[in-house]
């Protein structure tokens, strides 16, 4: 009987620690990520990208340094651009979320292997196989290959401000619900289910969730940016971000949708909206304890924290389906009316303590 495996796509160089940053020249050097000739393209951002390029630029003398404006398609689309006039091996993405995922599409554009080196933890996506982007229509999904070197140095990610990291809290410990609600599809709609995905993405969320280590451990930061890159991969291994996103990115996008000017983090709004669909399940003593641990973190687990109105968070939760056409999460099995899910909320709020 023959053994049959797959291949994961996944990065050659995965360096999480503190002062890794420190090393990235040798990891650069490694063949499977760049020539000998060592031609780098880094896109950095105006801000911290500027004091990081002072700092290494002297041990990456065959680099070419790109400055990004923003988080938006036409950033991506310009730095692709830039990088067609010269020859390059890898290009590099060094900051936060925005870079590296201008910095993903770009590569992808223009056919280069991308090393994403992250200098904050505010989400999932410094490792997934998509580049979310600002376009004319509000913000867009688009699939890209994974990086093929991933680094991230705990005393970088410790000087960024603590809001990136209780970001990243937020949006790891929701794969617990997002797992729920595809086995929810699995199971009402026979909607197919990665096994091996969804034990990385649930394992990813359960570690931060049980971590008794704050914000400022280096214990507790290497298991967060070990779970964001899993997280990552189980994307890349389920071929969508279905791992990842469920009835609370529904609701965050709803978030953004209804309420651009006035939306809170990725990691906030998907964070309260992991807490919510646990309890609209039933799984009140989850719920419960996910809001709990948000709490320690200090993250909101009610609208009125990131400054919402319950009214306005029934309406966000009412839109929510409609923003993932064809996605089958707890708020498209229930299909509450808008005083049903007031009634859930007032539920919630009394389980978790307002």
């Given at each position: 009987m023959p053994v049959l495996t797959r291949l994961i796509p996944s990065p050659v160089v995965v360096d999480i620690r503190a002062g890794a940053l420190n090393d990235l020249a040798s990891v650069l050097a490694d063949q499977?990520?760049?020539?000998?000739?060592?031609?780098?393209?880094?896109?950095?951002?105006?801000g911290s990208g500027a004091v990081l390029r002072e700092r290494l630029a002297p041990s990456l003398p065959n680099a070419e340094w790109f400055e990004v404006g923003g988080g938006t398609l036409d950033d991506a689309i310009k730095l692709a651009d830039a990088l067609k006039k010269g020859r390059y091996d890898a290009l590099v993405g060094l900051g936060g979320g925005k870079i590296i995922d201008c910095a993903k599409f770009a590569a992808a554009r223009v056919g280069l292997p991308l090393v994403a080196v992250a200098t904050n933890l505010s989400h999932d996506g410094l490792c997934s196989p998509v580049a979310t982007l600002d376009n004319d229509a509000g913000r867009g999904s688009y699939g890209v290959?994974?990086?093929?070197?991933?680094v991230i140095d705990l005393d970088v990610i410790r000087e960024a401000p603590v809001r990136f990291v209780r970001s990243g809290i937020g949006d790891a410990v929701s794969n617990i619900s997002c797992i729920a609600d595809w086995e929810l599809a699995n199971r009402e709609t026979g909607e197919a289910i990665d096994g091996l995905a969804a034990a990385m993405?649930?394992?990813a969320g359960e570690a931060v969730l049980r971590h008794p280590g704050g914000v400022g451990d280096d214990g507790f930061l290497q298991v967060l940016a070990e779970g964001l890159v899993l997280t990552g991969i189980a994307m890349s291994v389920s071929g969508d971000s279905r791992p990842a996103s469920g009835a609370c990115h529904e609701i965050n996008h709803a978030f953004d949708l209804l309420f651009p000017?006035?939306?809170?983090?990725?990691?906030?709004q998907v964070g309260l909206g992991a807490a919510f669909a646990m309890?609209?399940?039933?799984?009140?003593?989850?719920?419960?304890?996910?809001?709990?641990?948000?709490?320690?973190?200090?993250?909101?687990?009610?609208?009125?924290?990131?400054?919402?109105?319950?009214d306005e968070f029934v309406q966000v939760v009412e839109y929510a389906p409609q923003t993932r056409p064809g996605r089958y999460t707890i708020l498209e099995h229930l299909n509450l009316n808008h005083?049903?899910?007031?009634?859930?909320y007032a539920d919630y709020a009394k389980a978790i303590g307002s």
């Open positions: 499977r990520i760049c020539s000998a000739t060592g031609k780098l393209a880094i896109a950095i951002s105006g290959p994974n990086p093929i070197a991933v993405a649930r394992q000017k006035r939306a809170a983090s990725h990691g906030e309890h609209l399940r039933g799984a009140h003593e989850e719920s419960e304890q996910m809001a709990e641990v948000l709490r320690r973190h200090g993250l909101p687990v009610l609208p009125a924290e990131i400054g919402f109105t319950v005083d049903q899910i007031k009634d859930a």
